[in-house]
């Protein structure tokens, strides 16, 4: 491992951010972006709390690494404050001072275990706002480049269900499972794999009956009823919807509420307060 200490800040940091985004893990970055001096300094704070860079100034990077956590917490991409805003005022530092903060992990990855009408939708509509996709199904033929000409979407063909959905997780950070395969076996193998690891996000498809006896099969063989909690069954919104794309998109909305934050309501709403 190269010493930081001894590196030039800009490649110090820029190591930072590879090792952060190559170990899955997550990250502040901060800029000062408005001030009379050493705009364009550069703080990345990673949740573990080591930092590389410096503000050229030893309070103002104790002000920034406080509030990175708030900041990594808020699920914001980006944010700019002024350093009022921050900390109040800072011997030597304007208080109209600007810092630009940016979230740095891992880019958003959906896992889809299914490759039927509902999978299909959603692998495309997925990759078309930006996810990394990768598509899961024991049938050969439908998961073919005929079929999903991007290369950006990577297709297996599941010898094991298990094996091949718990080496598509991984660690998990950023990751969000799908599970709208054809059956209820197919249902439970998959959800097996998936409780054994740690994703931000799991769905599983179909009817109210459907989803609770393969929970309460999941239920059987002891896995522990918290992590069963916060699986989302039935997966997805209420849209509505009925063609397999608006049950793609109704998923994708809650998958991007859950990464973002949101409340998933009509934003119209507060008018109605």
């Known amino acids: 491992m190269p010493d930081r200490s001894k590196q030039p800040a800009s490649q110090a940091i820029a190591w930072a951010i590879a090792q952060v985004l190559e170990h899955n893990s997550l990250a502040a970055l901060a800029t000062l972006i408005a001030a009379p001096a050493n705009v364009g300094a550069k703080l990345l704070v990673e949740e573990t709390g080591e930092r590389t860079g410096s503000l050229n100034d030893s309070a103002l990077d104790e002000a920034v690494a406080s509030y990175s956590r708030t900041f990594l917490d808020s699920r914001a991409e980006a944010r700019t404050l002024k350093l009022e805003e921050l900390s109040g005022e800072l011997p030597g530092q304007p208080a109209d001072a600007r810092i630009m903060f940016e979230r740095i992990e891992p880019e958003p990855c959906l896992v889809i275990c299914g490759a039927g009408h509902v999978g299909a939708s959603l692998t495309r509509l997925a990759r078309f706002i930006g996810y990394r996709t990768v598509l899961i199904d024991d049938r050969a033929d439908f998961v073919t480049r005929e079929r999903f000409p991007d290369e950006g979407i990577e297709l297996i063909t599941a010898v094991s269900w298990t094996d091949e959905v718990r080496a598509s997780i991984g660690a998990g950070r ?100």
């Open 174 to 273: 950023g990751v969000s499972v799908a599970v709208v395969t054809r059956g209820h076996n197919e249902d439970e193998e998959c959800m097996q794999a998936v409780m054994s690891t740690h994703p931000d996000y799991v769905g599983l498809i179909g009817s109210k009956r459907r989803t609770n006896i393969v929970l309460e099969r999941l239920r059987e063989t002891g896995i522990d009823e918290k992590r069963l909690s916060e699986v989302r069954a039935p997966i997805g919104l209420d849209i509505g919807a009925v063609s397999p794309q608006e049950v793609a998109l109704a998923i994708l909305a809650e998958i991007v509420a859950e990464r973002r934050g949101g409340a998933g309501l009509p934003l119209s709403a507060w008018r109605r307060k």
